[in-house]
């Protein structure tokens, strides 16, 4: 990877501490880079670099203040006198359930519930509201728990679509409250029984079984990273009906 050099930046290098040891980075880089270019080879904690993937949730303090914030690692950029550390897992409770076999149909009748019975730690937010200020992706992640609660799926399903599983709301929580895996059960119930199945879709994996795109896929394969950075450009991107 490309790092720029200190003289490039035009700004005074910054000194943070990573895991507890102090180094000294270029003004401006992501937290990523930053711990790259202090000499960290990343192998846990790290994906798209895009801010897409929700794999470098990093907490962090500023120097002189005593409050613990959230960060995805390859979004925000170091800040002078920065004490940091990557969390490359977070081990918040997951429901067990079988997707195909889970019974639903769209109606919360008060005798079956679903998101209640699998997350019974729901009934524990206390509305502080800490995961939504936790959260990158800045989603109204206290709502999306109130609507868990009363089973609302599409509600849920709405409302944390843009999730990234980055776990930064579960680590602040606390009620413990895994609203991530919560979301997750509800988007999957919901795209699988309540929406109506894609015909482009199933067209498309009928195709892939039939493995009339295996040629595109070795040409692909093929291409160097212009030629696909140029093919990614022109992608066309399809009307979605309202
Ligand atoms: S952080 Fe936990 S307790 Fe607080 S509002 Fe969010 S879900 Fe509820
Ligand atoms: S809802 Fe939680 S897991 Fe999802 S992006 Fe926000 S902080 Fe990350
Ligand atoms: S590496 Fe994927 S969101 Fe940061």
Redesign the pocket.
């Known amino acids: 990877m490309e790092m720029p050099e200190r003289a490039d930046i035009g700004e005074a290098p910054v000194r943070i501490h990573v895991l507890g040891r102090a180094v000294e980075v270029p003004f401006g880089l992501t937290i990523?880079k930053a711990m790259e270019y202090a000499g960290f080879r990343l192998v846990r904690g790290?994906?798209?670099?895009?801010?897409?993937?929700?794999?470098?949730s990093t907490l962090y303090r500023r120097a002189g203040d005593y409050k613990l914030r959230p960060a995805?690692?390859?979004?925000a950029t170091v800040e002078d006198g920065m004490f940091l550390a990557g969390l490359p897992f977070v081990p918040a409770n997951r429901g067990a359930y079988d997707l195909e076999s889970i019974e639903w149909d769209g109606v919360p009748d008060g005798r079956k519930t679903l998101l209640p019975a699998h997350y019974p730690e729901l009934a524990r937010c206390v509305a502080c509201n800490t995961c939504t200020k936790a959260c990158p992706q800045e989603l109204a992640v206290m709502d999306y728990i109130q609507l868990a609660l009363r089973d609302d799926l599409e509600g849920v399903a709405r409302e944390s679509f843009d999730c990234?599983q980055?776990g930064l709301c579960a680590v602040r929580c606390p009620a413990d409250i895994p609203h991530y895996h919560v979301a997750q059960l509800a988007r999957r119930v919901h795209g699988r029984y309540a929406v109506a199945p894609s015909p482009q879709l199933s067209a498309r994996v009928a195709e892939i079984e039939a493995g009339e795109h295996h040629g595109e896929m070795d040409r692909l394969i093929g291409l160097g990273v212009p030629e696909l950075t140029a093919l990614y450009a022109q992608r066309e991107i399809e009307e979605v009906a309202a």
């Open positions: 990523m790290v994906g798209c670099r895009g801010g897409f993937c929700g794999a470098c995805l690692a390859c979004q990234l980055c």
